[in-house]
Nanobody
Framework: QVQLVESGGGLVQPGGSLRLSCAAS????????MNWYRQALGKQRELVAVITRGGRTNYADSVKGRFTIARDNAKNTVSLQMNSLKPENTAVYYC???????????????WGQGTQVTVSS
């Protein structure tokens, strides 16, 4: 079985920074895209940032220039550095990844349990 475990959420003042981390564990052969999503109260889940295994990144327009996604393929981890945070960034942030457990299997999409980020004064 595979698990994605996020950490690093919390309460931060507007303009502050937080760094989220996500570690994948279990039976893993290879991890392809690793992503961060978020879901604010009463809103649909939205894609925040993507990073391919090769390190190519893509961001939602609303976070470009403020958020940075990075990964460590050797450790099966992905992080999201969030700077200049705004109240509208308040949400539960989810780690998501496409994982191949075995060369003979299909790639499966996995989700973490989510971590709360609250931006408030």
């Amino acid at each position: 079985q595979v698990q994605l475990v996020e950490s690093g959420g919390g309460l931060v003042q507007p303009g502050g920074s937080l760094r989220l981390s996500c570690a994948a564990s279990g039976s893993i052969f290879s991890i392809y895209a690793m992503n961060w999503y978020r879901q604010a109260l009463g809103k649909q889940r939205e894609l925040v940032a993507v990073i391919t295994r090769g390190g190519r990144t893509n961001y939602a327009d609303s976070v470009k220039g403020r958020f940075t996604i990075a990964r460590d393929n050797a450790k099966n981890t992905v992080s999201l550095q969030m700077n200049s945070l705004k109240p509208e960034n308040t949400a539960v942030y989810y780690c998501n990844a496409d994982i191949l457990q075995n060369p003979g299997m299909h790639v499966i999409n996995y989700w973490g349990q989510g971590t709360q980020v609250t931006v408030s004064s």
